[in-house]
T-cell receptor, first 117, second 109 residues
Framework: GAVVSQHPSRVICKSGTSVKIECRSL??????MFWYRQFPKQSLMLMAT?????????EQGVEKDKFLINHASLTLSTLTVTSAHPEDSSFYIC?????????????FGSGTRLTVV | KNEVEQSPQNLTAQEGEFITINCSYS?????LHWLQQHPGGGIVSLFM???GKKKHGRLIATINIQEKHSSLHITASHPRDSAVYIC???????????FGTGTRLTIIP
């Protein structure tokens, strides 16, 4: 089945530094990648939708200059948390939809737990 | 009121019990998804439904479009079924998913 590989799974960084999270679709082409954030015991919150070759669409309240998204190819999307602060500590997870046909199934990455100290 | 409501929020059961998790939604949808999130955080897509019923192993998902309601059933539950189960809906041509708050299931041996 479709697989999305997300790295790193866990990262600890110092305040003020930037962290890049990668999501790769391994056996399918993902024209659309969704980036979510999840706080403990809460549901997924959509941050942005990235489309290959175009600018990401950010949800209301999400700072596009802080959460940089790049979707340069059909198999790779990256989320960079710039100038990270402790309040950015969270669980980040990506999801991709297979570009082929009308299958609207979603495949999720394994998530990245970010801790900013 | 959330567009997608799940019940119960928490469920603890003994191994072997039949489990039912419910999802109600208030918008028109093109598909409903059931997802499983394990303690480590990874999410697995269990079912995508637009009508009727689907079965995979011990898992059964049903949807009633008229009543805007879906259920996820687990037969012969096992401790490894312990996870958070999330209902999510997609509306019209929109690719975005709207998520329920999840049901935390704990199966006791």
């Amino acid at each position: 089945g479709a697989v999305v590989s997300q790295h790193p799974s866990r990262v600890i960084c110092k305040s003020g530094t930037s962290v890049k999270i990668e999501c790769r679709s391994l056996d399918f082409q993902a024209t659309t990648m969704f980036w979510y954030r999840q706080f403990p015991k809460q549901s997924l919150m959509l941050m942005a939708t990235s489309n290959e070759g175009s600018k990401a669409t950010y949800e209301q309240g999400v700072e596009k200059d802080k959460f940089l998204i790049n979707h340069a190819s059909l198999t790779l999307s990256t989320l960079t948390v710039t100038s990270a602060h402790p309040e950015d500590s969270s669980f980040y997870i990506c999801s991709a939809r297979d570009a082929s046909g009308t299958n609207y199934g979603y495949t999720f990455g394994s998530g990245t737990r970010l801790t900013v100290v | 009121k959330n567009e997608v409501e799940q019940s119960p929020q928490n469920l603890t059961a003994q191994e072997g019990e039949f489990i039912t998790i419910n999802c109600s939604y208030s918008v028109g949808i093109s598909a409903l998804h059931w997802l499983q999130q394990h303690p480590g955080g990874g999410i697995v897509s269990l079912f995508m439904l637009s009508s009727g019923k689907k079965k995979h192993g011990r898992l059964i998902a049903t949807i009633n479009i008229q009543e805007k309601h879906s259920s996820l059933h687990i037969t012969a539950s096992h401790p490894r079924d312990s996870a958070v189960y999330i209902c999510a809906v997609r509306s019209g041509g929109n690719e975005k998913l709207t998520f329920g708050t999840g049901t935390r299931l704990t199966i006791i041996p």
